[in-house]
């Protein structure tokens, strides 16, 4: 009843603490629904945000890339027209220079030709002087002239083709100059020529440099990009791997996860028909106890007996030696079978009352006649029952009995506690008792054997002519006893069941806390994990657009690697024919200097030709004028001087003509001198112009490589804040991930701790919604009642109900109970006059007790003090005793706290002082002196001396102190394997010891 209204109040506890935690828990999760959704949000709002600082950054990021890529078209322009503007500046050098060698060149022409019109001019005179001498001397010769005709007239002629061959090596000659001047001016175009042709290669070749520099820098460019994609693809495969990971084991998890659950709910399930079927075990264990305490007490009291027995055992007269033992049915064990045939059989037999004397007898019978007023049989045992009989069975009587089955009684029934055979002498019934298969055979067995007594299976007792049958009212004590066992078993069969059964509910208990930490350890696995999936997939994301990013950067490389391919095609094509056109050039120079020099060689050859000639002209007028002279002196002479007159006079002309064409021909070049200086005036303006312009495009490329620099610097800080609001969105999204986690499980929790929807908790206005330290402490104690729930156990559900039928049940046996509360109060009265009794002869013997150690304690120690005292001199019956003992020269301390030799004095002087108290005639002492020392063996010694006048002491030593104070000593050798012999010797202080052998 009290564990029924236990459980009841329990499961009344449980539920009301329940009621309250699922109150708490909607006030938890209500105020967690609006805090998560209230954080869900503002992770929304700064996602969003994020989002367009994002999108602002990217555009900013892109027009920053477009202003970049303009900024370097325009670079690229500006090398080109740099490029343009030096060639040009290079085209206007070589110009310039050509102009300059030209200018230079004509300036010495003029030179020459000035001296040379010199030397003409002062030949001119010369010759004019002569030709004026001539003339005198022709004049005063004229007459020799006129004589001297014929010979002159010869000599003229052959002086006149003197004078052509002359004129026609003048004339030679001057051609010659000519061609060598075409000639020098053809060179100085093809050194011009070439010269310009050398200028284009070494540009071109200086542009392939650049070229071929800017292929270098853009080949480790794509090394690098290449290199960094083929980094960022390791790093990729390594994230897609880990990120593919991270998701089989976000599924592997989940799986695990509902696998758990399933557990948790079939373990759930598991528990709850275990509780049940535990309820109903202890439903039926406790009826079982209630049942079995009934029988117990109706065999106690022998409520099956009649009503003379049962009050016999009641009254309490029979005490002390004339106490019964039992009734006959206390001493029989009958199979199992045959149990209602005997009981019926021997219902009166077993009711007799089992003595151990005949003063017990009469005491009964008079307690029977006086107080008690009813009638009994009393049984002596056969040990005590002086009885003048043998008790001897003889087993060669028999009854004749035909061969139909039957099973003697004495054969079924078993004899406990000393009775043995005895029974079938004291019962005849007993021993001519026999079981038959039906009642027509116990008849005709009964007719046939009138002295016996025959059993049918149904209960009818056949004997000579009388039957004995019918229904008995109720049930006997072997039948009692049986069923007692039976219950015993069933008892020990469900407290076992019930043991196994707590222990598996406590079992799936543990593993219910285990499968819960599991779960949730793997719930905080799965949400680290998906947040590192996150992370992982927005770090793929990451690397996509990075990859991509340095793509796009690959391709724009590989389409510059193109255009510089080309610009290397085209400037090598172009060096190649600039080389080309080098070499054709150089031929031709090679050629004009070969003809140059041939021409020179010629025109050597001609001017000495021409100086031949005029000499021999000079020769003939020499002849001429020396046949005049031979022929006619006068004529010869006049002709001599006319010829030489005409010569000279043709030489003044030939002067003339030679002055005027070199007059025309520096005229000529001084014009052409002007031409180049208005040229070279020209050249210097569009050099300075080029440079001025070459200056601007300079300035203006440093400033745009300033720009560009700038632009990517702040570039790259704005890809590094766009990287870091990446970065940070991908935290909020990680965020993002875990309150949807956290309030997916908050959903699973309210679905299965209250049975309710999370939205219509959420949509729930009567629930108050709670918020920082207020909702710490709601949860706080939520997972207080939690813990005070779980810490409760199992909890009977039934045991309301149960409770209430109880009670009623109850109500009807406390009726019953208070019949018994007399009884109980006389017990609690002789309980008491108990105590009252123990308590005083406890602190008798504990005074005398304590009287006798303080004695016996300074008595072995020499002095100090010994003592015991009770740890609760309230209680005293059932409190502790403490031993303190202060030996000579020593604080009083705890009996812990002494030396090995002080715990064995203190220990002896209690075992004395006990024995002293109750002492008994002799005593062993098994080495109790082996810690003590000399001194203290002494003392010992003499102690056990002194008490051997009442007690004789038997001591097992090693001391020799001792042994020599006592009287006899005993000592036992081993002289052979496996024989051993005992020495004994015993002290007079009259007579010398005497040993004593003795092989045993």
């Known amino acids: 009843m009290n564990s029924l209204k236990r459980q009841a109040s329990k499961a009344e506890r449980y539920a009301r603490l329940r009621d309250e935690m699922r109150d708490k828990l909607r006030v938890v999760l209500a105020g967690k629904f609006a805090q998560l959704a209230k954080d869900l949000e503002q992770v929304d709002v700064d996602i969003h945000s994020l989002s367009t600082l994002m999108q602002e950054r990217a555009a900013t990021v892109a027009s920053m890339e477009t202003e970049h890529d303009q900024r370097q078209q325009r670079g690229y322009a500006l090398e080109r027209e740099s490029a343009e503007v030096r060639e040009r500046i290079n085209s206007i050098q070589m110009g310039s220079e050509r102009s300059t060698q030209r200018r230079v060149h004509n300036q010495e022409r003029c030179a020459e030709l000035l001296a040379r019109v010199a030397a003409a001019e002062a030949e001119q005179v010369r010759t004019q002087e002569q030709l004026y001498s001539l003339v005198q001397e022709c004049a005063a010769n004229h007459a020799i002239l006129e004589s001297a005709a014929a010979d002159v007239a010869a000599a003229q002629h052959d002086s006149l083709l003197r004078q052509q061959e002359t004129s026609s090596a003048i004339a030679a000659v001057l051609e010659t100059e000519r061609q060598q001047e075409v000639r020098r001016a053809m060179g100085m175009e093809v050194m011009t020529s070439t010269h310009q042709v050398r200028n284009q290669i070494a540009q071109g070749e200086e542009n392939l440099a650049s070229l071929v520099r800017e292929n270098d820098r853009l080949q480790r460019e794509i090394a690098a990009g290449l290199s960094e994609i083929a980094a960022l693809g390791g790093r990729r495969g390594q994230l897609g791997l880990s990120f593919e990971s991270e998701t089989q084991r976000v599924n592997a998890l989940k799986c695990r996860i509902a696998g758990v659950r399933a557990d948790i709910s079939a373990r759930r399930e598991a528990e709850t028909s275990a509780k049940r079927h535990l309820d109903g075990m202890r439903a039926e264990f406790a009826s079982a106890l209630g049942r079995r305490g009934s029988l117990e007490a109706l065999i106690a009291e022998h409520g099956y007996s009649t009503e003379s027995v049962k009050r016999l055992f009641q009254s309490g007269g029979l005490e002390g030696a004339r106490a019964p033992v039992g009734v006959l049915a206390d001493f029989l064990a009958v199979e199992d079978k045959y149990e209602t045939v005997v ?20 005491e009964g019978l008079r307690l029977l006649r006086s107080d008690v007023e009813g009638r009994a049989t009393f049984l002596v045992h056969p040990s005590d029952s002086q009885a003048k009989f043998s008790f001897t069975v003889d087993e060669h009587v028999h009854p004749s009995l035909p061969n139909a089955p039957v099973v003697p009684l004495k054969s079924c029934i078993r004899v406990l506690n000393g009775f043995g055979k005895s029974l079938e002498v004291i019962l005849p019934k007993l021993r001519d008792g026999y079981i ?83 779960v949730m350890r793997l719930e905080e696995e799965l949400r680290e994990t998906d947040k590192q999936a996150l992370t992982h997939g927005h770090a793929l994301q990451q690397m996509e657009s990075e990859t991509a990013r340095i793509e796009q950067r690959l391709q724009a490389f590989h389409r510059e690697m193109d255009r510089v391919k080309s610009q290397r095609e085209e400037k090598d094509a172009f060096i190649a024919s600039r080389r080309e056109e080098l070499a054709l050039q150089e031929d031709r120079h090679a050629r004009l200097e070969q003809e140059i020099a041939a021409a020179v060689d010629a025109l050597a050859a001609q001017k000495t030709a021409r100086d031949a000639a005029a000499q021999a002209s000079a020769e003939a007028a020499v002849r001429l004028a020396g046949i005049e002279e031979r022929h006619r002196s006068a004529a010869g002479s006049m002709q001599r001087i006319e010829s030489l007159a005409a010569e000279v006079n043709t030489r003044v002309e030939d002067l003339k003509n030679q002055i005027a064409a070199s007059h025309a021909e520096r005229e000529q070049r001084e014009r052409e001198n002007l031409e180049i200086a208005q040229r070279l005036i020209a050249f210097s303006a569009d050099q300075q112009a080029a440079e001025t312009r070459a200056a601007e495009l300079h300035t203006e490329s440093e400033q745009l490589r300033a720009r560009l620099a700038e632009i990517e610097q702040a570039l790259k800080m704005a890809r590094h804040e766009l990287d870091a609001c990446r970065d940070r969105r991908g935290e909020l999204q990680a965020s993002q991930a875990k309150l949807q986690s956290d309030l997916a499980h908050m959903a699973e929790t309210c679905l299965n701790e209250l049975n309710q929807s999370a939205d219509d908790l959420r949509t729930d206005l009567t629930i108050v919604r709670v918020e920082g330290e207020q909702l710490i402490a709601e949860d706080a104690a939520y997972r207080e009642m939690r813990a005070r729930l ?25 009726a019953q109970r208070k019949d018994l509360v007399d009884s109980i109060e006389n017990t609690q009265d002789s309980i008491k006059e108990i105590d009252e009794i123990c308590h005083k002869r406890f602190e008798e013997a504990f005074h005398k007790i304590n009287e006798n150690f303080q004695r016996t304690f300074t008595k072995l120690f020499g002095g100090g003090q010994g003592f015991m005292r009770l740890t609760d001199i309230e209680n005293s019956t059932e409190c502790g005793i403490d031993i303190v003992a202060s030996p000579p020269g020593k604080k009083l301390q705890n009996v812990l706290l002494l030396s090995g030799g002080e715990k064995a004095l203190t220990a002896i002087s209690l075992l004395v002082g006990i024995f002293q108290y109750q002492p008994s005639p002799f005593c062993i002492l098994d080495e109790v002196d082996a810690p003590l020392d000399e001194s203290n063996v002494g003392r010992f010694a003499d102690l056990i001396r002194d008490m051997s006048a009442t007690t004789q002491f038997v001591l097992i030593t090693h001391s020799k102190r001792t042994m020599q104070a006592a009287p006899v000593m005993y000592g036992v050798t081993m002289q052979e394997p496996g024989v051993s012999k005992v020495v004994s010797v015993r002290f007079n202080e009259n007579h010398a010891p005497q040993p004593q052998a003795a092989i045993a």
């Open 343 to 362: 009981e019926d059989f021997l219902r009166d037999e077993l009711n007799f009352v089992v003595v151990k004397s005949w003063d017990a007898v009469d």
């Open 436 to 518: 038959t298969q039906d009642a027509a055979t116990a008849k005709d067995l009964a007719l046939s054997n009138p002295d016996a007594f025959f059993l049918s299976p149904t209960g009818e007792t056949f004997h000579n002519v009388t039957v004995t049958g019918g229904k008995q009212r109720k049930e006997g004590p072997l039948s009692l006893k049986r069923e007692l066992r039976d219950l015993s078993k069933t008892v020990n069969d469900l407290e076992a069941a019930i043991r196994h059964e707590e222990g598996r509910i406590l079992i799936l208990d543990r593993e219910f806390s285990e499968l819960d930490a599991l």
């Open 790 to 814: 779980e810490a409760m156990g199992p909890v009977n559900m039934m045991a309301l109900e149960e409770y209430k039928e109880t009670a009623q049940r109850h109500e009807f046996l406390e």
